[in-house]
Every structure is written in C-alpha cells, then in structure tokens.
C-alpha cells in the first residue's frame, strides 16, 4: 500500500481493510515452498462478529445461566440486530436493571427464564413495568 492511501484527504480510515488487503513482502527474493500452504491467522472478529455496529461484549455478573454454560465472570457477544425469538439468551432491561435470560414468548405472555434451579422465572407485565430486549447473545467467550 502506499502512504497516499494513509495521509491526506483521501485517508477513509482502516475498518475497511481485512487480513486479506493486506500485502505481504518477500525481502529474499524468493517464496518459501511452504508459503503456497500457508493459512493466515483467525481473526475472531470475522468468525463472532456479523454485524458491526449492531454487536458489543459484555462481561456476565452472576449465576443465572449455568446451565446454558454461561457462569459469573464469562463474556457473552451480544447482537442488537437478531430478533430475539423463543428460546434464545437475551439480554433484557427489565425496570432498569439489565438481565441475561432465556426468552420465552407464548401467545402474549413473555417469560425471562434462567438456567439454574436458584432463580424462578420472571413473568412480563407489559402494563406495569418497563421492559425491552437489549439484544441477542450469540456467543460466549469464557476460559477453563
């Protein structure tokens, strides 16, 4: 690439580029036969993230999804653009305070169910109280 690309009024910025855009240099002269074998490295951005904007990392306090394999201190990816639909881990705001839950959604009855025998689940009154689905959790990031 050339600095033009990175200076000036034609500098757009880098979210643009991928690992891919990126070329390599060869100061040898020549390729090692193995480089025609080579893979590049996994970006996790690409393999967790589909939609940029719409995607953001949370770190989980609590107990109330170990059954789902989601336990205290884990970070979960979380995509405000998925519709959230029965059966799903969702993040919740429910009277302010943000939640992580299974969605349950019959007829016009919507549950916040947990995955542990400590908690019951949270039934909705859409009348009374103040409640929104913050976004769908697609993917969990903890350690062993």
Do not use: C
């Not at 969605?103 to 039934?123: G, H």
């Amino acid at each position: 690439m050339e600095l033009e690309q990175f200076s000036g009024i034609n500098y757009k910025g880098s979210k643009r580029f991928t690992q891919w855009d990126i070329p390599t240099a060869n100061a040898t002269g020549f390729g090692a036969a193995a480089d025609d074998y080579m893979e590049r490295g996994i970006d996790l951005n690409e393999q967790l993230v589909r939609n940029k904007p719409a995607t953001f990392f949370m770190r989980v306090t609590g107990d109330a999804m170990t059954g789902a394999g989601i336990f205290n201190g884990d970070v979960v990816i979380v995509d405000r653009s998925v519709k959230a639909v029965n059966g799903k881990v969702i993040i919740a705001t429910l009277n302010g305070e943000m939640l992580i839950r299974r969605f349950e959604k019959n007829f016009n009855k919507i549950r916040l169910v947990p995955e542990t025998p400590k908690l019951s689940p949270i039934d909705i009154d859409l009348s009374g109280s103040e409640f929104s689905i913050w976004g769908v959790v697609t993917y969990v990031i903890h350690s062993l």
